[in-house]
């Protein structure tokens, strides 16, 4: 066949398809609005609009939705409507006859009814999504509203909607595992490139479905949901496919459990704010939490505790933690510092300092935990205060600090006994000694630390103090780094991000203000700005340029830290003066120019990464937006990078 027969023919046939398209849409839709969903059972309506989600990655990397628009390019460059133009037309018409013959079905057994519906519900599917706590971008939101505007003027009865007079769960869920195969037929015919599209698709939906999900009982239905889709994959390992379908299933796999296990753990964090309402017994299981109203002690004698180390002013140090057992173990501890007790304080801060100790330590040692996040394993904490020798004085300075304590990670290949080392410390070896890491370990890296950031930021909790020497590696046992397994430590001012959470100031030192938000910073006449989450990612910009160059960032701008100390402007301005061009376009020498435009995003923020200034980022919406500019044009292209 020539080109231009085979050309005529794929925009023939996709014309068709998207004809029966529209109508998926609509019946789908028809069922998702649904009035009367029982709320014990919403779980299953959430699968559904995950199930709806992947049809309309499908069609959009197909290049089926852009004839919506008239655009036929992408039709023609996928070649899918030539190549397997009989069976898309099979599968589409598949799902379109799915979703007729079980509302046909339950309306026989008055299960569902179709109703006047005054408020036009199915044409504002971006209030039916704001309801339903599920992100839908522009695109497929106009295509759904012009969808079911055309099912309206053809209908009859003028676009009735449904309604549960009971619901049918077992059917149901037999209708979600119809859709769920034909979608992963549909994605099978791909090649491999547009199945890895498709799946980077889904994954960004589902993170921004994570954001949108909040409360406890909203993140045990994604949980619910989540665990469907899971178990449903599981027999399809043994069906024989190719190792692209096989690869395509595994990636789809890891992506839905990293969710999941997200999901757990933002459940876990949002207890806290949900206090007067604790979750039921079978909810908290599902979401592997402790009994509702109970908590494990993980405040530790501060006698079992043998630091190694007692050198004041010292990050963290080595030490040994003799349980009620007897029995030894080789911990390290990270010190969080506190302020001497005035008698005139009507809050002591000493307490609110502990309580927000007692919860970091509860949230670190929370397990399971996501691999992404890359933090250490809590066993608890100690109040050194709470340990002193006869001659010591309580006012001591150095008794006026709380232990966090670490387990050592228990991989296979790590040295069981070497300290960890901090990144800023390897940035400070002399080059002469010490081999810098090579340009892919140190993407690779970048890439660890970015996922990190957004695991972190996904759960709804700020670092606040993301910097070189809070990035610490276990060697291995012959001594050497694994540049990919880095930890990230130095949560000693962490929080929830919430609006009612209380900040806590994190000091003025110049070395820290290196890496801080010129915003989150005291120096200068304007007050400092309330934390957020893009200020961590300004962090993570800074550090991103100090991988690059492989110097700590002080050294790439020539600054002497010993007058900056008298001249804290000189830290205030590091922000503009990393985003010149001129050090911008060292950046790129160094590392390329994906690497650069990460970089550059993180540190420049608003606009950057698809924010207003004047944005609240502890709204939902916005937090989503966020979370999916970050990863879409920092961490995604860090993983992109081919060296």
Same mark, same amino acid.
């Given at each position: 066949?020539?080109?231009?027969?085979?050309?005529?023919?794929?925009?023939?046939?996709?014309?068709?398809?998207?004809?029966?398209?529209?109508?998926?849409?609509?019946?789908?839709?028809?069922?998702?609005?649904?009035?009367?969903?029982? !709320?014990?059972?919403?779980?299953?309506?959430?699968?559904?609009?995950?199930?709806?989600?992947?049809?309309?990655?499908?069609?959009?990397?197909?290049? @089926?939705?852009?004839?919506?628009? =008239?655009?036929?390019?992408? +039709?023609?460059?996928?070649?899918?409507?030539?190549?397997?133009?009989?069976?898309?037309?099979?599968?589409?018409?598949?799902?379109?006859?799915?979703?007729?013959?079980?509302?046909? &079905?339950?309306?026989?057994?008055?299960?569902?009814?179709?109703?006047?519906?005054?408020?036009?519900?199915?044409?504002?599917?971006?209030?039916?999504?704001?309801?339903?706590?599920?992100?839908?971008?522009?695109?497929?939101?106009?295509?759904?509203?012009?969808?079911?505007?055309?099912?309206?003027?053809?209908?009859?009865?003028?676009?009735?909607?449904?309604?549960?007079?009971?619901?049918?769960?077992?059917?149901?869920?037999?209708?979600?595992?119809?859709?769920?195969?034909?979608?992963?037929?549909?994605?099978?015919?791909?090649?491999?490139?547009?199945?890895?599209?498709?799946?980077?698709?889904?994954?960004?939906?589902?993170?921004?479905?994570?954001?949108?999900?909040?409360?406890?009982?909203?993140?045990?239905?994604?949980?619910?949901?989540?665990?469907?889709?899971?178990?449903? %994959?599981?027999?399809?390992?043994?069906?024989?496919?190719?190792?692209?379908?096989?690869? /395509?299933?595994?990636?789809?796999?890891?992506?839905?459990?990293?969710?999941?296990?997200?999901?757990?753990?933002?459940?876990?964090?949002?207890?806290?704010?949900?206090?007067?309402?604790?979750?039921?017994?079978?909810? /908290?299981?599902?979401?592997?939490?402790?009994?509702?109203?109970?908590?494990?002690?993980?405040?530790?004698?501060?006698?079992?505790?043998?630091?190694?180390?007692?050198?004041?002013?010292?990050?963290?140090?080595?030490?040994?933690?003799?349980?009620?057992?007897?029995?030894?173990?080789?911990?390290?501890?990270?010190?969080?510092?506190?302020?001497? &007790?005035?008698?005139?304080?009507?809050?002591?801060?000493?307490?609110?300092?502990?309580?927000?100790?007692?919860?970091?330590?509860?949230?670190?040692?929370?397990?399971?935990?996501?691999?992404?996040?890359?933090?250490?394993?809590?066993?608890?904490?100690? !109040?050194?205060?709470?340990?002193?020798?006869?001659?010591?004085?309580?006012?001591? +300075?150095?008794?006026?600090?709380?232990?966090?304590?670490?387990?050592?990670?228990?991989?296979?290949?790590?040295?069981?006994?070497?300290?960890?080392?901090? @990144?800023?410390?390897?940035?400070?070896?002399?080059?002469?000694?010490?081999?810098?890491?090579?340009?892919? =370990?140190?993407?690779?890296?970048?890439?660890?630390?970015? %996922?990190?950031?957004?695991?972190?930021?996904?759960? %709804?909790?700020?670092?606040?103090?993301?910097?070189?020497?809070?990035?610490?590696?276990?060697?291995?046992?012959?001594?050497?780094?694994?540049?990919? %397994?880095?930890?990230?430590?130095?949560?000693?001012?962490?929080?929830? /991000?919430?609006?009612?959470?209380?900040?806590?100031?994190?000091?003025?030192?110049?070395?820290?203000?290196?890496?801080?938000?010129?915003?989150?910073?005291?120096?200068?006449?304007?007050?400092?700005?309330?934390?957020?989450?893009?200020?961590?990612?300004?962090?993570?910009?800074?550090?991103?340029?100090? +991988?690059?160059?492989?110097?700590?960032?002080?050294?790439?701008?020539?600054?002497?830290?010993?007058?900056?100390?008298?001249?804290?402007?000189?830290?205030?301005?590091?922000?503009?003066?990393?985003?010149?061009?001129?050090?911008?376009?060292?950046?790129?020498?160094?590392?390329?120019?994906?690497?650069?435009?990460?970089?550059?995003?993180?540190?420049?923020?608003?606009?950057?990464?698809?924010?207003?200034?004047?944005? =609240?980022?502890?709204?939902?919406?916005?937090?989503?937006?966020?979370?999916?500019?970050?990863?879409?044009?920092?961490?995604?292209?860090?993983?992109?990078? &081919?060296?």
């Amino acid at each position: 066949m020539d080109p231009v027969s085979a050309a005529g023919l794929a925009v023939g046939v996709a014309s068709i398809g998207f004809q029966v398209y529209t109508g998926c849409v609509q019946g789908i839709q028809l069922l998702i609005t649904a009035k009367n969903f029982p !709320d014990e059972f919403k779980y299953l309506n959430l699968r559904l609009r995950m199930e709806q989600q992947r049809l309309f990655a499908w069609s959009e990397t197909s290049g @089926l939705a852009d004839l919506d628009k =008239e655009d036929k390019r992408k +039709i023609l460059e996928t070649n899918t409507f030539i190549l397997h133009r009989t069976i898309v037309l099979d599968l589409l018409v598949q799902v379109q006859c799915l979703f007729k013959e079980f509302q046909e &079905q339950q309306k026989e057994y008055k299960r569902l009814e179709a109703v006047r519906e005054a408020d036009d519900a199915l044409e504002k599917p971006e209030k039916d999504a704001s309801d339903a706590n599920f992100p839908l971008p522009e695109r497929r939101r106009d295509f759904i509203k012009k969808a079911m505007q055309a099912l309206k003027k053809k209908s009859t009865e003028g676009a009735l909607r449904l309604k549960w007079a009971t619901f049918d769960k077992e059917a149901f869920e037999r209708l979600i595992s119809k859709f769920s195969t034909l979608n992963d037929n549909m994605t099978d015919i791909l090649d491999a490139r547009l199945q890895v599209e498709i799946h980077h698709t889904v994954q960004d939906t589902n993170r921004g479905m994570l954001q949108l999900h909040s409360k406890v009982a909203d993140l045990s239905r994604l949980v619910m949901a989540l665990n469907i889709k899971l178990e449903s %994959n599981a027999p399809q390992v043994e069906v024989s496919m190719s190792k692209s379908q096989r690869d /395509a299933r595994t990636k789809d796999a890891k992506g839905l459990t990293l969710l999941s296990q997200l999901a757990k753990f933002k459940a876990y964090n949002a207890i806290e704010s949900e206090k007067q309402n604790p979750p039921d017994e079978a909810t /908290a299981l599902r979401l592997e939490l402790d009994k509702p109203g109970e908590r494990k002690e993980l405040k530790l004698d501060a006698a079992s505790i043998q630091l190694h180390s007692e050198a004041y002013g010292s990050q963290r140090c080595e030490a040994v933690l003799t349980h009620g057992n007897g029995q030894h173990r080789r911990v390290w501890v990270e010190w969080k510092e506190y302020d001497k &007790q005035a008698s005139t304080d009507t809050l002591p801060p000493k307490q609110v300092i502990l309580d927000r100790v007692e919860n970091l330590a509860a949230l670190l040692n929370h397990s399971p935990k996501p691999e992404a996040f890359r933090t250490p394993h809590c066993l608890g904490y100690f !109040d050194q205060a709470d340990h002193n020798d006869d001659d010591s004085d309580d006012d001591d +300075i150095a008794n006026l600090r709380i232990g966090l304590v670490f387990e050592r990670p228990e991989e296979d290949g790590l040295h069981a006994e070497m300290p960890p080392v901090s @990144l800023r410390e390897l940035l400070e070896r002399d080059p002469k000694t010490y081999r810098r890491p090579r340009v892919t =370990e140190r993407v690779q890296l970048a890439r660890a630390v970015s %996922n990190c950031l957004l695991s972190l930021h996904l759960a %709804n909790w700020l670092h606040k103090s993301l910097r070189s020497d809070n990035i610490i590696f276990f060697r291995t046992s012959q001594g050497h780094i694994n540049y990919q %397994n880095p930890y990230i430590s130095g949560f000693d001012f962490s929080r929830p /991000a919430r609006k009612d959470e209380m900040t806590e100031i994190a000091g003025d030192d110049v070395e820290h203000n290196l890496y801080r938000h010129p915003s989150a910073q005291t120096a200068g006449s304007g007050e400092r700005a309330r934390f957020k989450k893009s200020f961590d990612i300004y962090s993570l910009g800074v550090v991103l340029v100090e +991988i690059a160059h492989w110097e700590p960032v002080e050294k790439v701008l020539g600054i002497d830290l010993r007058k900056a100390r008298g001249q804290p402007s000189m830290i205030s301005r590091v922000r503009d003066r990393l985003l010149a061009q001129d050090m911008l376009a060292e950046l790129g020498g160094h590392m390329g120019e994906i690497y650069e435009k990460a970089a550059r995003r993180c540190i420049a923020g608003g606009k950057w990464l698809n924010l207003l200034e004047t944005e =609240e980022e502890t709204n939902d919406d916005v937090a989503a937006r966020l979370s999916m500019a970050f990863y879409e044009d920092v961490v995604k292209r860090l993983d992109s990078i &081919q060296v």
